[in-house]
Structures are given as C-alpha cells and as structure tokens.
C-alpha cells in the first residue's frame, strides 16, 4: 500500500513519540483533529498502527511480512486475470503451434464452438506431438492436450494466493480462469488466464507499493 506523504508523518511521529494521542498528533501537524481522522483510520485498518481506548496510537505488533501476507490474500484472482488465448478443440496442432508463437504465450486453452473449456494445450504437449511424427496439419488438437476434468482452473473469486498455490504444485504455467454455465460445474466458460507472469508482476508491484 502506498501511503500518502501525510501518512509518512503520522508513522514517522507514533514512531518516535508512541504512543500518543490524535490531539497530540494534530497538534504536532498544525492540523484539527478532524483532518487527521481519515488518515488514521487507513492506518489502523491497514495494520501500521494500533489504537486503544485513553492510550492513543502505537506501532502495530505485527511484523511487516504478516501486513504484506494479509495484503495479498485480499487480492482476488478476478482483479489480475489476463485475457483468456483460445483456440477451437477441431483446429489443427500446426494451428496450435502457429497461435502459440504468434500469442507469444505458453498455454492455449482449447474451447468447443460455444466457448466452453475442453481442454488446455501446453508447450510440452505440442513438443511431444511434433516429436512423435505424423501429420501436424491434420491432427487436431483435441488429440494431444490434456483433457477434462484433468485440468487444473481457478474462478474471479478465488484468492490469488491460492491459486498460485495450484501452479507451484501441479507445476502448470497458467491456469484458465472459468465460471459454471448456467450453474452446471460440468460446463465451463473461459473467462480469463492466470500465468506465473502475472503473479510474478503483482509481487513486483506489491514490493514497489504500487497495487
């Protein structure tokens, strides 16, 4: 979380003086206690700083890794989901190969014509099935990937955290994010991806403040 400069000097002064009271704060910024209310308030509800009833404010208990582990449970995978790539479950594996470079990515997730996820088509599959020979062109890709309900998926609601729980240990490098049609949990519409670039994007982001 990025604190505001204001911020910066309400830490800076429980730091150093805490625990202290808002009046005394206020004072100590030439502000009313009114102004100051909605900045402590953030800071409170963001963990940095602990309040209690005629003692005034301190500097949370907590240490800082916990703060930054409570921030990302919070982030839900519908806030950082990419673009789902699809292809269709009749196209050929050379269309596969061919999509997957010019996506410049390393999932497909193969739909049939309504949308619905059948399938995901990995690097290694396409790997496997150009090494074992045959006729790239006419081989659909439905041959070779990996197929329902073997297929790893997450939803906007899950947390972010959980769902790189799943790629650390089925080792995938994206998930297909999905939601149930019409309420059936056998048919599912792809709605999004969740790669390691962009959980290694939002660790970036967390580290520089910016999420």
């Given at each position: 979380?990025?604190?505001?400069?204001?911020?910066?000097?309400i830490?800076?002064?429980?730091?150093?003086?805490?625990?202290?009271?808002?009046?005394?704060?206020?004072?100590?910024?030439?502000?009313?206690?009114a102004a100051?209310?909605?900045?402590?308030?953030?800071?409170?509800?963001?963990?940095?700083?602990?309040?209690?009833?005629?003692?005034?404010?301190?500097?949370?208990?907590?240490?800082?890794?916990?703060?930054?582990?409570?921030?990302?449970?919070?982030?839900?995978?519908?806030?950082?989901?990419?673009?789902?790539?699809?292809?269709?479950?009749?196209?050929?594996?050379?269309?596969?190969?061919?999509?997957?470079?010019?996506?410049?990515?390393?999932?497909?997730?193969?739909?049939?014509?309504?949308?619905?996820?059948?399938?995901?088509?990995?690097?290694?599959?396409?790997?496997?099935?150009?090494?074992?020979?045959?006729?790239?062109?006419?081989?659909?890709?439905?041959?070779?990937?990996?197929?329902?309900?073997n297929?790893?998926?997450?939803?906007?609601?899950?947390?972010?955290?959980?769902?790189?729980r799943?790629?650390?240990?089925?080792?995938?490098?994206?998930?297909?994010?999905?939601?149930?049609?019409?309420?059936?949990?056998?048919?599912?519409?792809?709605?999004?991806?969740?790669?390691?670039?962009?959980?290694?994007?939002?660790?970036?982001?967390?580290?520089?403040g910016?999420?």
């Amino acid at each position: 979380m990025q604190l505001s400069p204001r911020q910066q000097q309400i830490v800076a002064i429980v730091k150093r003086s805490g625990p202290i009271t808002s009046r005394q704060i206020a004072e100590e910024l030439n502000l009313t206690r009114a102004a100051l209310r909605p900045d402590l308030a953030v800071l409170t509800m963001s963990g940095i700083l602990e309040a209690r009833p005629r003692v005034g404010y301190f500097l949370s208990s907590k240490p800082s890794q916990a703060l930054v582990a409570e921030e990302i449970k919070k982030i839900k995978v519908g806030d950082v989901k990419g673009l789902p790539r699809v292809i269709r479950a009749s196209a050929s594996v050379y269309d596969a190969i061919v999509n997957m470079f010019i996506e410049d990515v390393g999932t497909l997730m193969v739909v049939d014509e309504e949308g619905h996820l059948e399938g995901v088509l990995s690097r290694k599959d396409l790997l496997k099935a150009a090494i074992g020979g045959g006729n790239l062109q006419k081989m659909p890709a439905s041959v070779v990937m990996t197929r329902m309900p073997n297929i790893i998926c997450t939803t906007p609601e899950e947390s972010v955290l959980t769902a790189a729980r799943k790629i650390i240990e089925h080792e995938v490098d994206a998930l297909p994010v999905v939601r149930p049609v019409d309420g059936q949990a056998k048919k599912l519409e792809v709605i999004g991806r969740l790669t390691k670039t962009t959980i290694t994007r939002l660790f970036v982001e967390l580290g520089e403040g910016r999420s």
